[in-house]
């Protein structure tokens, strides 16, 4: 008797592991705020944008890709997929990658809004469990002239964010205004809404 206990609890247990399914540093930090164990998949998908596709279903399509990728690997446990892309109207500001590009892209911000829309798609086959949110940030950035650019780039080298921009650095002096019903989301993982669907589905976080 004793043992079927322990065996359900082991279950229980793996079932209820948490694999989140990405390489990012931002959101391996992010998901550790909620004190949870978890461990990380890195997705091997193509994120080229489909053709006739919109910013925001890119952004649903990817981010349950990335979830479903996790989940074919560990069936038993709860896949959390998540993307960010930056939005100037229709245009899709990437990664930089390098200095020049990134000078390029704020320069092209300079003095327009640009929207960072960021999905999170949790999945857990065993539990019969998919769902998924978009939480776009809206941002206007200031007139910038080249001295603030450059010595932005310098101080952050934001070379791997989407649109060249770190909102929880030196990036935030560059705005003019930020809209967004969850502060976390333009960081790359939309805690409030995770949080509330993690507990739905049975994680203890308090």
């Known amino acids: 008797m004793l043992l079927l206990k322990n065996n359900r609890q082991k279950d229980r247990q793996k079932m209820h592991s948490i694999i989140l399914a990405s390489s990012s540093i931002y959101r391996k930090e992010l998901l550790s705020r909620l004190k949870v164990p978890f461990n990380t998949f890195s997705p091997d998908i193509d994120e080229s944008r489909l053709a006739n596709e919109s910013i925001p279903a890119m952004v649903e399509r990817l981010s349950q890709a990335k979830a479903n990728a996790g989940c074919l ?24 990658e390098t200095h020049e590009n990134a000078i390029e892209q704020l320069a092209q911000m300079s003095g327009n809004e640009v929207i960072f ?21 809206k941002v206007r950035f200031k007139k910038l002239t080249e001295d603030m650019i450059e010595h932005y780039l310098q ?49 203890k976080i308090f």
């Open 73 to 96: 690997q560990n069936p038993e446990s709860i896949c959390i997929g998540s993307d960010v892309v930056a939005g100037l109207d229709d245009l899709i500001l990437g990664k930089p």
């Open 117 to 137: 829309y960021t999905g999170v798609c949790v999945s857990a086959p065993s539990l019969s469990f998919e769902t998924y949110h978009l939480s776009p940030t």
């Open 155 to 203: 101080k952050e080298k934001p070379y791997q964010s989407a649109g060249s921009f770190k909102a929880e650095t030196l990036a935030i002096a560059l705005l003019e205004s930020y809209e967004c019903e969850d502060p976390t989301a333009i960081i790359g993982l939309p805690l409030i809404f995770l949080s509330q669907k993690l507990i739905e589905i049975g994680v």
